[in-house]
């Protein structure tokens, strides 16, 4: 599929959620995270992902039609699955553009922001609305800058 010039300028984000498959090792977290920046760089994608052993919240931002490639590729994705789009808006500029992917997972110094927008003690991105869950990543980035 080539990319139509119509949408090349018009800028999009998408918030998803999903859940590591069980056998989803340490390893393969670290290679989704480098494949994800290398690919973002090339592709015109910024972005933010927290994920602890079970669950995935990610934004990803850029053109409309390399953020629905990606969706498609995340879907097909055996790494995880169950995957739900919680929200996607046009953009004026982008939140995260100084990141080809930030990341985040629960560790002593930020559990006090993931309790913050839990009513459970783990992580679960499931029970975040969109707005709480742009919040939580919000916060997580800033305490990384
Ligand atoms: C939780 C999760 C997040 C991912 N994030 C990205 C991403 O931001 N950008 C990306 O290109 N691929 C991402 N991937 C990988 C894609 O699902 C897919 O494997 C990849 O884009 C295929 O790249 P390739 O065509 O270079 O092999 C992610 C995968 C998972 C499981």
Known sequence: ??????????????????????????????????????????????GMLTFNKDYFLQTVEGPRAQINRLLYALIADQRHHDLQVIETRELKHRKWAKWSMNYASPTESNAAIYLKYSTTVDFNPYLLSAESALDLMTELSAQRA
């Not at 599929?1 to 977290?29: C, E, G, Q, W």
């Open 1 to 46: 599929m080539t990319s139509s010039t119509s949408d090349a300028h018009i800028l999009m984000s998408m918030t998803y959620v999903s859940r590591a498959n069980p056998d989803v090792s340490a390893k393969d977290f670290n290679e989704i995270l480098q494949q994800a920046q290398a690919n973002n760089a090339a592709n015109g994608i910024t």
